[in-house]
C-alpha cells in the first residue's frame, strides 16, 4: 500500500498536463523563432531588394538570441518558478513578432528577432524541457519525444499558415496577426506551468553519483555535437521552401512540402523518444544523426513537386529523431540539480549551429547562384557530428564497464 502511494506521489497524473502544455509552447514559439522566417524570404526579397543571405540573418539572430538566453534563462529556471519564467518568455515572443510589423530596415528586424529570441525563446525551449524531464522518474524518453514533437508540429503547421497569411493580409498584417496570436496562447499556457515535485536530497545525490561523466565534460562534449547536427539539419529547415519555389512552384505549395516534412518528424520525436528508453538515448542519437546526414544532400537532386513530398517524410522522420535524442542524452548524463543550466548551455550551441547553418546556406546561395554548396556543407558538418556523437558513446561505454566491474 505504502508502496503504491510512493509511486503515485512519485509520477503524478498532472506531469502530462506539463507535456502536451510545453509541446504547445514549443510549437507556436519555436515554430516562428527556428524556421518560421522561411515564407518571409521572397516578400521581403520583393518588396526592399534586399539579398537572401541578409535576410538569413534575421533568422540567424533570433537563434544567436536564443543561444545566449537559453543559457541565462536555463540557469535562472533552476532557481525561480517556471511559471514565471515561462510568462515571461511568452510576452517577450508575442510582443517582438508584432513589433516585426512596423520594421523597415533589417537592423530593426535583427535586434527584434535576437529580443525575441533571447528572452522569449530562451526562457521557454531549456527550460521547459528541463521541466518534462523532471516531472518523469521513468518513461522519460516518451514524455521529452512528446514535447519535442511539439516543436516539430510548430515548425511545420507555422509556416504552412503563415504562407496564407502573407497572401492574405501581406507580410506585415502576418506579423501582426502572428504577434497577437502568440500572446494569447503563450501566456495562456505559462499558467499551466509548475515545478515538478521535490525529491529528497538522498534520492537526488544517488542520481547525481550514478553519471559516468563530470557535468562540465558533458556539456563541452555535446556542445561540440549540437553545433554539428544542428547545423546540419537548418539548412533544409531554412531553405527547403526557397530551394522549392527556384523550381517555379508556389510558395503554399513549398511550404506545404515543409509541413510535410514536419508532420513526418512528429512521429519520429515519438519514435526515438520510445527508441531512447529501449535501447539508450546516445544510441538513439546516433542512429537519428546517420539517418539525417545520408539524406540531406538528396533534395538538391529533385526537380519535381511530387517527389518533393514523397522524399520529405523520409527525411522528416529520422531527422526529426536528433533533437529528441540529445535532449534526453543531455537528461540521461546531467545531474538534476543542475540540469537546466546544462540544457541551456549545450542547447545554445545548437542554436548557433542553426544560425551558421542557415546564414551559410543563404550566402552560399548568394555567391553560387545555387542550393548546391548549401546542402553539401550541411552533410559534413552530420559527418563531423556523427564521429563526436560516437567518441561519446564510447566513452560512456567504457566507463560505465569499468564502475560496474568495480561493483563487488
Avoid at 111 to 116: E, I, N, P, Q, S
Avoid at 271 to 294: C, E, H
Avoid at 361 to 370: H, K, N, R, Y
Wanted: charged share 10%; net charge neutral; hydrophobic share 55%.
Amino acid at each position: 500500500m505504502n508502496v503504491r502511494a510512493d509511486t503515485q506521489e512519485a509520477e503524478p497524473a498532472y506531469r502530462w498536463v506539463i507535456v502536451f502544455a510545453a509541446a504547445a509552447m514549443l510549437a507556436l514559439s519555436m515554430g516562428q523563432l527556428v524556421n518560421g522566417l522561411s515564407v518571409f524570404f521572397i516578400p521581403l526579397e520583393l518588396e526592399f531588394g534586399w539579398q537572401r543571405g541578409a535576410i538569413a540573418f534575421i533568422n540567424t539572430a533570433g537563434l544567436l538570441g536564443m543561444a545566449f538566453g537559453g543559457i541565462l534563462m536555463g540557469a535562472i529556471a533552476d532557481r525561480v518558478s517556471i511559471r514565471a519564467v515561462c510568462l515571461f518568455g511568452g510576452l517577450v515572443v508575442g510582443v517582438c513578432v508584432l513589433a516585426a510589423a512596423w520594421a523597415n530596415s533589417l537592423w530593426q528586424l535583427y535586434v527584434l528577432f535576437f529580443l525575441a529570441g533571447a528572452f522569449g525563446g530562451g526562457a521557454l525551449f531549456a527550460p521547459l524541457i528541463a521541466l518534462v524531464g523532471g516531472w518523469f522518474r521513468a518513461g522519460a524518453g516518451l514524455a521529452i519525444g512528446i514535447a519535442s514533437a511539439g516543436q516539430a508540429v510548430g515548425q511545420g503547421g507555422v509556416p504552412f499558415g503563415t504562407a496564407f497569411l502573407i497572401d492574405a493580409l501581406g507580410w506585415r498584417g502576418a506579423f501582426v496577426a502572428l504577434g497577437l496570436i502568440s500572446l494569447a496562447v503563450l501566456v495562456t499556457l505559462a499558467f499551466f506551468m509548475r515545478d515538478p515535485p521535490k525529491r529528497s536530497a538522498s534520492a537526488v545525490a544517488r542520481e547525481d553519483e550514478s553519471k559516468p561523466l563530470p557535468v562540465v565534460v558533458v556539456v563541452v562534449w555535446l556542445s561540440a555535437a549540437t553545433i554539428l547536427c544542428c547545423t546540419c539539419m537548418s539548412v533544409p529547415l531554412v531553405h527547403l521552401v526557397p530551394l522549392i519555389q527556384g523550381q517555379g512552384i508556389s510558395a503554399p505549395d513549398a511550404s506545404g512540402v515543409l509541413f510535410v516534412l514536419l508532420l513526418a518528424a512528429i512521429a519520429g520525436r515519438v519514435a526515438f523518444g520510445k527508441l531512447a528508453d529501449m535501447v539508450g538515448a546516445i544510441p538513439a542519437y546516433l542512429t537519428a544523426s546517420l539517418w539525417q546526414t545520408s539524406l540531406v544532400f538528396v533534395f538538391t537532386q529533385i526537380g519535381d513537386l511530387e517527389t518533393f513530398y514523397a522524399f520529405a517524410p523520409v527525411y522528416g522522420f529520422g531527422y526529426a529523431g536528433v533533437m529528441t535524442s540529445l535532449l534526453i542524452t543531455i537528461r540521461e548524463l546531467t545531474p538534476a540539480s543542475q540540469r537546466g543550466g546544462a540544457t541551456g548551455v549545450i542547447t545554445a550551441f545548437g542554436w548557433l549551429g542553426h544560425g551558421l547553418g542557415g546564414y551559410q546556406g543563404g550566402l552560399c546561395f548568394d555567391l553560387t547562384g545555387a542550393y548546391t554548396l548549401s546542402f553539401a556543407n550541411a552533410a559534413f558538418a552530420g559527418i563531423l557530428n556523427l564521429l563526436v556523437v560516437g567518441s561519446l558513446f564510447v566513452t560512456v561505454r567504457r566507463r560505465t564497464e569499468r564502475r560496474a566491474l568495480a561493483v563487488p
